[in-house]
């Protein structure tokens, strides 16, 4: 079957919950909260473009298709990453996958 689509913003909100509750490698603010300020960044973008490379990410229909930032934000992606794959490097991290992945 086709994988699910989602956009940038999805995968930035899931990646600032996760962080901020199983985290320790973002910064905190003085209120406690993850220091996310580098998510809207070409430090973001860098990545995006990485796990683009490394095919774990795939940008599907006809925005984003090209790495210009202003396309990204409207792209719809993909992940390519086995539910086997995921799990293996989620328990190499101590995350509990299988409490958010039904």
């Given at each position: 079957?086709?994988?699910?689509?989602?956009?940038?913003?999805?995968?930035?909100?899931?990646?600032?919950?996760?962080?901020?509750?199983?985290?320790?490698?973002?910064?905190?603010?003085?209120?406690?909260?993850p220091a996310v300020a580098h998510l809207g960044t070409e430090i973001l973008f860098r990545a995006v473009s990485q796990l683009r490379a490394t095919g774990l990410l795939k940008v599907t229909g006809k925005n984003g298709s090209g790495d210009n930032p202003l396309e990204l934000m409207h792209a719809k992606f993909s992940c390519t990453l086995s539910r086997e794959d995921a799990k293996v490097i989620a328990a190499s991290v101590d995350f509990p996958l299988e409490t958010y992945c039904a």
């Open positions: 079957g086709r994988k699910p689509t989602f956009p940038l913003e999805r995968m930035l909100s899931i990646f600032t919950s996760i962080m901020g509750q199983y985290g320790t490698i973002l910064s905190r603010r003085d209120d406690g909260a």
